[in-house]
């Protein structure tokens, strides 16, 4: 810092812009690198279920500026075709977190909408974010659109205590009314802390539960053998009768049929069956006509069955819940609980089988990573694409 000192006002102030426009810079290429490591998926080949967990454990980024600049390289990477963003980040025009705050308009009027945004409309928003500040954005995106809510926030205000911030919607204010009523036994007037928290673990004990495995059938039958033998003689034998009558009906059912004769044969004679020939007392078989042959069937595509939730289950419970998926490079194993999903280590569709032994939970990232190992990136960036 001492040959700071030393620098004219002038060499200071030069000095100073310089950096500030290598950084822009260095920014504008990071977003880009960020783009290719998310089209590669090569967060997940680190054992990292996404992009945001790679930014923030393997680049060492805060979870603000990784937030900042993976939403500013999607909304980068959505309007490259129409707007030479890369150079209006370079010379300042804009901002990461103008571009982040375009990425999160255009997502929530997405799920509001159920629709995308044209791309025309997307190149206005942007033309007119350009050389704003961030609350001169926040006033742009309100007032095209009042109802787009903010983005959820998470702010750390002391060792123990975490500030969250989100939007409830009219359901979600009637669901915690009648639960803040329910509850104000315990409290009379509890806050939305006390609320969430009675309610998470409420919530926690059933979720726990239904993870618990179902009795297999061989001890159903065991109960239910059990709930017999508590039978009184009364019902016991009241179902022996039931069933000795049963059994004696379907015997005269039987016999009934047996004596009556078929209608077919009653109504066949022997003159329609056979046909005497001139000077001869043996009867001759009357030819019949041979029957055609009947077109096979062709065999139809069998549709691909889904995997039993016992089965679901069974897989969760042996791999703890967590995405199995470990890394080669760094031996790193993805600590992913959410999104779960049940893979086939042998494809289904190359004659995978359902056995526990063939099946592994993984995350929807590490699912997606061992498809494109097996099949290539191309085609399921166009299944991406198509879905």
Do not use: W
């Not at 998926?41 to 680190?46: M, N, Q």
């Not at 997307?122 to 001169?136: G, H, V």
């Not at 078989?285 to 062709?298: D, I, M």
């Not at 893979?343 to 993984?362: A, C, N, Q, V, Y």
């Amino acid at each position: 810092m001492n040959y700071l000192q030393s620098l004219s006002k002038k060499d200071l102030i030069t000095q100073t812009e310089n950096l500030a426009a290598e950084e822009r810079r260095i920014t504008t290429e990071l977003l880009k690198h960020l783009c290719e490591v998310e089209r590669r998926r090569l967060y997940a080949e680190l054992g990292y279920s996404s992009l945001f967990q790679f930014c923030t454990l393997q680049l060492k980024l805060s979870e603000g500026a990784a937030g900042r600049r993976v939403a500013s390289m999607r909304a980068m990477r959505e309007l490259e075709k129409h707007v030479s963003i890369e150079d209006t980040l370079k010379s300042g025009e804009t901002n990461i977190s103008n571009l982040s705050q375009l990425h999160h308009f255009i997502r929530s009027e997405k799920k509001r909408n159920r629709k995308e945004i044209p791309e025309n409309v997307k190149t206005t928003l942007f033309n007119q974010i350009k050389s704003k500040s961030t609350r001169e954005c926040q006033r742009i995106f309100a007032t095209l659109s009042p109802l787009a809510p903010p983005p959820d926030r998470e702010r750390m205000i002391s060792g123990e205590l975490t500030q969250i911030t989100f939007t409830a919607d009219k359901e979600l204010m009637t669901l915690l009314t009648e639960a803040r009523q329910l509850v104000s036994n315990k409290d009379a007037n509890p806050n939305f802390g006390t609320l969430f928290k009675i309610l998470t673990k409420e919530a926690l004990v059933q979720f726990r539960k239904n993870r618990q495995p179902r009795p297999t059938k061989k001890d159903s039958a065991g109960k239910e053998g059990e709930e017999n033998f508590g039978l009184t003689n009364a019902n016991a034998n009241a179902n022996a009768n039931a069933n000795a009558n049963a059994n004696a009906n379907e015997k005269s059912q039987s016999a009934v049929v047996k004596s009556t004769p078929a209608p077919e044969l009653m109504s066949k004679t022997p003159k329609a069956q056979l046909q005497q020939s001139p000077g001869s007392e043996t009867p001759q078989p009357q030819p019949q006509p041979q029957p055609q042959p009947q077109p096979q069937p062709q065999p139809q595509p069998q549709p691909r069955k889904s995997l039993t939730q016992q089965i679901r289950k069974q897989v969760l419970q042996r791999d703890g819940y967590r995405c199995t998926f470990v890394s080669q490079k760094t031996g790193r194993r993805c600590d992913s609980q959410s999104l779960l999903q049940i893979d086939h280590i042998f494809p289904k569709s190359m004659g995978g089988s359902d056995e526990l032994k063939e099946l592994r939970t993984t995350c929807r990232a590490h699912n997606l990573f061992f498809a494109t190992q097996i099949f290539g990136l191309g085609k399921i960036e166009s299944e991406l694409k198509r879905n």
